[in-house]
T-cell receptor, first 115, second 114 residues
């Protein structure tokens, strides 16, 4: 079974430029998460989807960050414009819906460097 | 709000030594508790979990017991190997009918020397 796939693995951009990250969750997983992991810290939730609906986006900085999950499968996270402080690893995860006795499966992440 | 406090690292041990990584939590209600591991160059992987008080999660020789009275979920292994070198994250999920947001600790870097 394929895991959560993220691309790109690495991205270097100049500040004020836009950037987008893509995530393909595990087939059949209706719940999708985007987490932000700063260096030396644990991941923090940015947004959680149940199918196409964003059910928890309270931590998403909506002035510059946006996300979408069309058709309830793949998802894209965008930053526009990027700032130096956005340099971090962006993690996507997915989990089956319908039970709390489950786990979140994580992708390898996209490491963003803003220069 | 919900949070996890994790023992700070780095932790350096010799092979076959005993490992403990402390984790305590603050939560409303009765969360599920997790230990995730991140090996170099890889994504986060679930190591073990416990969904209710007094449950013991175990995997690959690692164990952790959900202690409601002390709000703790300490990770232990009796004899570590070089291959256990990784970053370990304690996490909890908020209460709900489905797996919700995960709250992570800061992570503990473990290095095991031969």
């Amino acid at each position: 079974e394929a895991g959560v796939v993220q691309s790109p693995r690495y991205k270097i951009i100049e500040k004020k430029q836009p950037v987008a990250f893509w995530c393909n969750p595990i087939s059949g997983h209706n719940t999708l998460y985007w987490y932000l992991q700063n260096l030396g810290q644990g991941p923090e939730l940015l947004i959680r989807y149940e199918n196409e609906e964003a059910v928890d986006d309270s931590q998403l900085p909506k002035d510059r960050f946006s996300a979408e999950r069309l058709k309830g499968v793949d998802s894209t996270l965008k930053i526009q414009p990027a700032e130096l402080g956005d340099s971090a690893v962006y993690l996507c995860a997915s989990s089956p819906t319908g039970s709390r006795n489950t786990e979140a499966f994580f992708g390898q992440g996209t490491r963003l460097t803003v220069v | 709000g919900d949070s996890v406090t994790q023992m700070e690292g780095p932790v350096t041990l010799s092979e076959e030594a005993f490992l403990t990584i402390n984790c305590t939590y603050t939560a409303t209600g009765y969360p599920s508790l997790f230990w995730y591991v991140q090996y170099p160059g890889e994504g986060l992987q679930l190591l073990l979990k416990a969904t209710k008080a007094d449950d013991k999660g175990s995997n690959k020789g690692f164990e952790a017991t959900y202690r409601k009275e002390t709000t703790s979920f300490h990770l232990e292994k009796g004899s570590v190997q070089v291959s256990d070198s990784a970053v370990y994250f304690c996490a909890l999920s908020d209460r709900g009918s489905t797996l919700g947001r995960l709250y992570f600790g800061r992570g503990t870097q473990l290095t095991v020397w031969p």
